[in-house]
């Protein structure tokens, strides 16, 4: 089974490679490994609802991981009143 830890790494790579500059602000906030572990939970009960109605762990992870993981990180920052950076 995939473990919060596996798939916030993922997050990371992911984040790092499709939103640079979202990836550095959360370095430079300090808050990259409690968001990707956040991302990762939320993926987690995702995948777990869907593998109650009959899905595989592969299946699950693929129709859950656009909601928090491999999607853009910074697309609520503007709540925050933070900047959301271009990538």
Do not use: C
């Amino acid at each position: 089974a995939m473990t919060p830890l596996q798939i916030a790494a993922q997050a990371k790579q992911y984040w790092k490679e499709t939103y640079p500059k979202a990836y550095a602000a959360m370095q430079q906030r300090g808050i990259l490994e409690e968001e990707a572990l956040a991302a990762a939970n939320l993926t987690l009960m995702e995948m777990q609802a869907n593998q109650e109605v009959g899905m595989t762990e592969q299946e699950a992870w693929q129709a859950s991981r656009e909601f928090f993981v491999m999607s853009n990180p910074a697309r609520d920052w503007h709540r925050m009143g933070w900047e959301v950076p271009e990538d």
